[in-house]
């Protein structure tokens, strides 16, 4: 019932739901766990780049010397996830809001990269510059394509996943031409307070009614909903 929020597009046969989802010989923590689900690694085996990373890497295996012209990934917050860690970089920015992003980056400028040296200090500042520079480069088509957009319906009031949500179809609608969106919401770790004041039913209650207004925000504008996918990912790794 907290979710109810989903039943149209359960009865409209545009919704699945894949149970007992996860990976043989679980590790009980949440952090490990969280680095699995990003990396797709085996439970002893350590990788350091995400499944989605990988996959842009193949995509843009020049993504540093002639990046594509939108973000390969984008993610709603202040930093990105490792489900975006490339080989060299991560493969998505991270935003929080579009308009105050472009005003910061505009400042900037974009940094050389070609002279410094070939050790430790040199990859690291190598790998913060790249992250700067694609930033300023895409800045303005980030802003342009919020701009170009609306929302055309209401989104839950006060919640951060209908804020980031909003954002993302905006973009979307927009054409800004990324492919990979990633927004989260915390708050279930809710230990022995789950059923006090309804902790949990109101945080399933959001995702439903936040999905619900999102769908209803891209099904507004012809040729948008039909080539867009949601999959929801949780990780709760924790002994009984």
């Not at 990003?38 to 010397?65: F, K, M």
């Not at 990934?73 to 992003?101: H, W």
């Not at 006060?158 to 054409?175: F, P, S, T, Y």
């Amino acid at each position: 019932a907290a979710m109810s929020g989903l039943t149209s597009l359960w009865n409209e046969g545009e919704m699945a739901v894949l149970q007992s989802v996860g990976y043989p010989d679980p590790d009980y923590s949440h952090f490990r766990s969280s680095d699995i689900w990003a990396s797709a690694s085996d439970t002893e085996e350590y990788v350091t780049t995400g499944w989605i990373g990988r996959h842009l890497d193949q995509e843009y295996p020049a993504y540093n010397i002639a990046p594509p012209s939108a973000p390969a990934g984008l993610q709603i917050g202040v930093r990105t996830n490792a489900l975006f860690r490339g080989t060299d970089a991560s493969m998505a920015l991270a935003i929080s809001n579009p308009t105050e992003f472009y005003r910061i980056a505009q400042t900037g400028q974009l940094y050389d990269t070609s002279l410094l040296p070939n050790n430790c200090y040199g990859q690291e500042a190598t790998f913060m510059r790249d992250i700067a520079n694609n930033s300023f480069r895409y800045s303005e088509a980030i802003k342009e394509a919020f701009d170009a957009s609306s929302t055309d319906v209401n989104y839950p009031e006060g919640g951060e996943l209908g804020e980031q949500l909003q954002i993302v179809a905006r973009l979307i609608k927009g054409r800004l031409g990324t492919k990979v969106y990633l927004v989260d919401i915390g708050g279930f770790d809710t230990h022995a307070e789950q059923r006090v004041d309804d902790f949990h039913e109101s945080l399933l209650a959001d995702i439903g009614n936040s999905i619900r207004a999102f769908t209803q925000d891209l099904k507004s504008e012809a040729g948008v909903w039909e080539h867009t996918l949601i999959m929801t990912i949780s990780e709760f790794g924790r002994t009984v």
